[in-house]
């Protein structure tokens, strides 16, 4: 049972150009985490929001958090080739850790 | 450097075999995962384990077991029960307290053959 959904799956930009992906999940959460994945890699942590929080910053990325509306979005400013990877949001669910299907973004030259 | 190490990296299988993945961390950590990712899809939970000598059945349990006889060792057998096992196997582990995050490792390819 996936508790994350991401929006889009594919995302193609121009480098340079902002990306704005989108989680939604269907229960309450302790927060809510997101993850980039490379080609045939481990993924690795970007960063985390807890419930009680609305936006967190670090570098070029930028997660928001609506409690309310059960959704999450993960902006990465001003892309570079090297952002090309999947994103995952992942809610925690103590002991458990649900992943969403992902968004794969292609960052064009 | 303290991590969490997969291996093998690629495996192959012929039908009816067991085979064991490894699955090592020297980070402390008390929580440890197994994730089974099919191509284009996201993660979905085999196993995890909260301390030694305790685990927990995921959603896709069927097919594969675990043990967990050291705190800094989580190996998964796919079993020859597991009808379609071919895919990539992602161990991770984390801190066992609320809002913590999940390191993971390289992951292991599984082809059956």
């Known amino acids: 049972s996936q508790q994350g959904e991401e929006d889009p799956q594919a995302l193609s930009i121009q480098e340079g150009e902002n990306a704005t992906m989108n989680c939604s999940y269907k229960t309450s959460i302790n927060n809510l985490q997101w993850y980039r994945q490379n080609s045939g890699r481990g993924l690795v942590h970007l960063i985390l929001?807890?419930?009680?929080?609305r936006e967190k910053h670090s570098g070029r990325l930028r997660v928001t958090l609506d409690t309310s509306k059960k959704s999450s979005s993960l902006l990465i400013t001003a892309s570079r080739a090297a952002d090309t990877a999947s994103y995952f949001c992942?809610?925690?669910?103590?002991?458990?850790?649900?992943f969403g299907k992902g968004t794969r973004l292609h960052i064009l030259p | 450097d303290g991590g969490i190490t997969q291996s093998p990296k690629y495996l192959f299988r012929k039908e009816g075999q067991n085979v064991t993945l490894s699955c090592e961390q020297n980070?402390?950590?008390?929580?440890m995962y197994w994730y089974r990712q099919d191509p284009g899809q996201g993660l979905r939970l085999i196993y995890y384990s909260q301390i030694v000598n305790d685990f927990q059945k995921g959603d896709i349990a069927e097919g594969y077991s675990v043990s967990r006889e050291k705190k800094e060792s989580f190996p998964l057998t796919v079993t020859s029960a597991q009808k379609n096992p071919t895919a990539f196997y992602l161990c991770?582990?984390?801190?066992?307290?609320?809002?913590?995050?999940?390191?993971f490792g390289q992951g292991t390819r599984l082809t059956v053959v």
């Open positions: 991770a582990s984390s801190k066992w307290q609320p809002n913590t995050e999940a390191f």
């Open positions: 992942a809610t925690d669910f103590s002991p458990q850790i649900i």
């Open positions: 980070l402390n950590h008390d929580a």
């Open positions: 929001i807890r419930s009680n929080e």
